[in-house]
């Protein structure tokens, strides 16, 4: 195989070594053989792992959109780019696989035919946040992570990787940038809701289930490898901003907690995770150095190479390098600590940390210089070149590049898949309160389960789906019972972009809570909560007749609980609090530190019988 093309830097003609492409060579062996013919671009293209988009079509993208993200052609050829992060997909299965398909394709035109490792944030649930979590679009709908945790079911969690596993690896989707395995210690945090919840000991043994689930026993050809965040565990953040933005940097440890955090990621090692994200905060008052983790080396390597000797992928989180725009409004780097460091510095810095791969950055012209001017040695590129070649060797990629359209039409959103993630959001509603009324005998009995075909008064259901289930009214006076579900609250912020996490006050407006107990008062009423975050439930708690909460579910999967056709098996994955004051004066790195909460961690009623 000759070799015709010219690359930056190498003007000759050079003979290839194909041997890199023989499955029956050890994977060891097939990554020397490939890093000792790669251009110094060549290596530094693997570093990058970006956004993409696809076109509705299956077309690969022209670049150009709400994150002004390049065309496919510049970053695959132009950058020689081959891992990236995809965003919105085709509407049905087989466009997202001929998507793959001429993506690899592109890929296999470059000089040495890397294969391209897609990745995804989460997109098996009702989420719609670009830097968090995708609509699922046609793949099987489950609950989020939280309800996945208020099940405590790891079985459950094992399949929903495994049905997971199978619908991304059909339309070639090979890393998946979860679980999220971070402690929800800080009740107004906005990211709790892709979290394992409040308690170390469940995070880390249901998140070790998601792991094999998506992974199996081992990382091979089947298998979609996990990139488990975020390293050394986000959740204790001040006031429980967000690092996303600069208002949100700093990680706070005021009851010297740093190593309960760790717990989880202790489990996932065991799990055999094949790659690790760092957070965006900064630890202040610890021994660590005071900047963001995908700058720091104390934590990089000293604490996740040296201690728990991990020798998989580390991928920063997204954006630490440049600034950038999104929809139009700036988003400054998340560079905290080392805002004064010129994007070059924090890139050596990032290196120097001993991470392997920068997320959300798409400058490989920018390592190139840094090795060119002597500032990094290319010695330090090709231990990461390992890692990132290695996976892709494992995964199968270079053996197997393409997927069947034909056969991810028949897996991805399969009837036995919907089912099992509708089975999952019912068992996930977890009841908080069934009060005794009573029947038409006089004798008491719990509110829940519903008789079908009462009259129905609505809010926040299809009142056609209401309508499978009772007879629906128009006012509460001429109900039976109400039915209202309402989301947990969050303070508007001033970007379009940061009201996609929800921060800030967890008390229910004025207005609202008087409407509720406004409805209570005229006709029993059950309200149904769906809690990214623990709202403040007390002031209408004693109103209601009956309390569930959600993590994403359908209308007919709360209605077939509420009427008594599934069961609610659901426990709280986090103390609900009883007030902002106790929230307020809780240690943000704590485990149920609120005072006198509202319900705790674990509670969740049953019907009887």
Known sequence: MTDTTTTTGTSAARELDARYRDASLPTAERVEILLAQMTLEEKAGLFFQTMIAAGDDGSLSQGGDAFGLPST??????????????LALPPTPELIAEWHNRLQEAAAATRLGI??????????????????GMLAGSFSVWPETLGLAATRDEELVERFGDIARREYTAVGIRVALHPQIDLATEPRWSRALQTFGEDPDLAGRLGAAYIRGFQGAELGPESVATMTKHFPGGGPQKDGEDPHFAHGREQVYPG???????????????????????????????????????????????????????????????????????????FPARAWGVEHLTPRERMRKVIDAGVDQFGGEADPAMLVDLVRSGEITEERLDVSARRLLREKFVLGLFDQPF???????????????????EAAQRAAITLLVNRERPDASGAP???????????????????????????????????????????APFEQRPTFFENFFHSGSLDFPAEQVAHVREVAAAVPTVVDVFLDRPAILSPFVDDLAALTANWGANPRALFDVLVGDAAPQGALPFDLPSSMAAVEASRPDVPFDTAEPLFRF???LRYAG
């Open 403 to 421: 997927v069947d359209v034909e056969r991810a039409k028949r897996v991805v959103g399969s009837p036995e898949f919907l089912a099992a993630g």
């Open 115 to 132: 294969p391209v490792t897609v990745s995804t944030d989460p997109r098996h649930s009702y989420t719609d946040n670009p830097l968090a």
């Open 256 to 330: 010297d907690e740093f190593e309960t955090h760790l717990k989880p990621f202790e489990a996932a090692f065991e799990a055999g995770t094949s790659q690790i994200m760092p957070y965006y905060g900064m630890p202040v008052g610890t021994e660590y150095e005071e900047v963001g983790f995908g700058f720091n080396r104390s934590v990089i390597t000293g604490l996740l190479r040296e201690r728990y000797g991990f020798d998989g992928i580390v991928c920063t989180d997204w954006g630490l390098i440049n600034d950038s725009e999104i929809m139009g409004e700036p």
């Open 602 to 604: 674990g509670h969740g």
């Open 445 to 487: 009995r719990p509110v829940l389960p519903l008789a079908r075909g009462l009259r129905l008064y609505v809010e926040g259901v299809p009142a056609e789906v209401a309508a499978e289930y009772g007879e629906v009214v128009a006012s509460p006076a001429d109900a039976d019972v109400a039915i209202l579900r309402l989301q």
């Open 73 to 86: 052609d510049e970053v695959v050829s132009g950058r020689l780019m081959n891992h990236f992060n995809v």
